[in-house]
């Protein structure tokens, strides 16, 4: 009879919790590695279109960007509603761009000053207006390549 | 008595918590960049010495009006067929020099596709996604072109080895040889895409 009588009343063991720190330091380093710090506080919206056809947008340390869109609603007060160029962290003008594509090409090592690209990221509701005088800004420039950054997706997308 | 067993140990359960603030923190932060897009080349500033003087039939002139609709080739297109089309105009093969065409071989369309030049024109209130789309199915007539080209030649899509080749990653006796398969299906069909300055609405 002993033999019942000394079994435990059901309790369940507890669940050692001792490699949960190791769960979430992993986690962590993922997400310590992962994360790009943002240098400049967008100022517009940009809602980006999407696109198929993409390429990937390699080497960080070669991109210029130029963000084109509404102002947000902070300051639309300020600066209205129609579409307005951000170059790093304010607005500017079209004829802005020039002078901010030769400082940044400058601020950049000699053998990268050729192979520098331009990454247009503009708001989707913005007019071809705007975009085709940043365009003649940096042929004047000569800063030729530029990539239009998309979102990856359907580009019909776009029309609705 | 002497102390036995050495120093007490640290309690560590609170290391999770620590852990857990800054996975939160990181978690929050993130932003997953958008880094993809249409790589475009812009036409440099001095025009060509020389007038090139281009047959009128090698070019595909593509209008995009402030409402957003289409004109390719004077004639009303949608969107969706903007591709087919433009890939028909590239593929024509008119004067039969071509021998990897697979187009119809019409005399009044294009002659081969080093000839062909796609001309893109757009109004100053054209809406910027209406452009991206236009320019998204242009490249990806070019696209398909050399994946069917690339196909045939070494049995896998151009886009696949491009991005291959491109990627800073890839070692660099993999880039080697693919350098010049990449060249060779470029050359095939050269994308030849021109942007006129935008029109003014009236």
């Known amino acids: 009879m002993s033999k019942f009588t000394k079994k435990k009343d059901g309790d369940l063991p507890a669940v050692s919790t001792a490699s949960l720190p190791d769960i979430v330091f992993m986690l962590l380093f993922f997400f310590m590695t992962v994360t790009v710090m943002k240098d400049s506080s967008l100022m517009v919206e940009n809602v980006l279109p999407n696109a198929s056809e993409v390429k990937k947008l390699e080497k960080k340390d070669r991109v210029l960007y130029i963000y084109v869109g509404r102002p947000t609603r902070d300051y639309q007060k300020v600066f209205g509603t129609e579409p307005k160029i951000q170059l790093n962290d304010k607005f500017a003008s079209v004829t802005d761009i020039g002078p901010f594509i030769l400082e940044e090409r400058a601020k950049k090592p000699q053998e990268l000053q050729n192979v520098l690209t331009t990454a247009l990221k503009v708001d989707k509701n913005a007019n071809m207006g705007l975009i085709s005088d940043i365009k003649q800004q940096l042929r004047k420039v000569n800063a030729l390549k530029v990539n239009y950054t998309t979102y990856e997706g359907d580009a019909f997308r776009n029309i609705e | ?202």
Do not use: H, W
């Open chain 2, 1 to 202: 008595m002497a102390r036995r067993g050495g120093p007490p140990e640290v309690n560590a359960g609170s290391m999770a918590d620590i852990a857990f603030l800054l996975l939160i923190f990181f978690l929050v932060t993130t932003t997953i960049e958008t880094d993809a897009g249409l790589d475009r080349m812009l036409p440099p500033m001095e025009p060509p010495d020389t007038d090139v003087v281009i047959k009128q039939k090698n070019i595909f002139t593509v209008n995009i009006n402030k409402s957003g609709q289409l004109l390719a080739e004077e004639e009303l297109t949608n969107l969706k067929d903007l591709r087919r089309k433009a890939m028909a105009f590239l593929d024509n093969g008119g004067d039969g020099t071509c021998n990897y065409c697979k187009g119809r071989k019409d005399a009044s369309s294009s002659d081969n596709p080093t000839k062909a030049i796609i001309s893109l024109k757009n109004d100053r209130e054209t809406k910027y996604g209406t452009y991206i789309t236009v320019q998204n199915e242009l490249v990806g007539a070019y696209n398909d072109l050399r994946n069917r080209e690339a196909q045939r030649l070494f049995g896998r899509d151009f886009t696949d080895m491009e991005a291959e080749f491109l990627n800073p990653e890839t070692p660099s006796s993999i880039r080697d040889d693919l350098k010049p398969k990449v060249q060779q299906v470029q050359e095939l069909f050269p994308q030849k895409l021109s942007e006129a300055e935008t029109s003014t609405s009236n």
